[in-house]
């Protein structure tokens, strides 16, 4: 499985990033997680193959998870960023519908400048 995110970039605080995440080899629950520098990885956001989807409460409201299962592709809209939303978010994929992530792409990073 591959999985190749985009997206990332500087933006200006209360702007607007959309990332992308193409997987291939199949269809699985693909999720959204981030980094910042001298933190532990944070969960943000999953989308399941029935189209449900989880946004971490510390999130919700501004970001907003998608995907295009045809195009076997998940989207991470975020609006109104923050400084500290500044992170490597990276993509992650697991089959089945709980339990850890076997599949992660390579991040990309988003930078919110104030």
């Known amino acids: 499985v591959q999985l190749q995110a985009s997206g990332g970039g500087l933006v200006q605080a209360g702007g607007s990033l959309r990332l992308s995440c193409a997987a291939s080899?199949?269809?699985?629950?693909m999720g959204w997680f981030r980094q910042a520098p001298g933190k532990e990885r944070e969960f943000v956001a999953t989308?399941?193959?029935?189209?449900?989807?989880y946004v971490a409460d510390a999130m919700k409201g501004r970001f907003t998870i998608s995907r295009d299962s045809a195009k076997s592709t998940v989207y991470l809209q975020m609006n109104s960023l923050k400084v500290e939303d500044t992170a490597v978010y990276y993509c992650a994929a697991r089959r089945g519908n709980s339990g850890s992530y076997q599949y992660w792409g390579q991040g990309t990073l988003v930078t919110v400048s104030s």
């Open positions: 080899g199949g269809t699985y629950t």
């Open positions: 989308a399941w193959t029935s189209g449900n989807t």
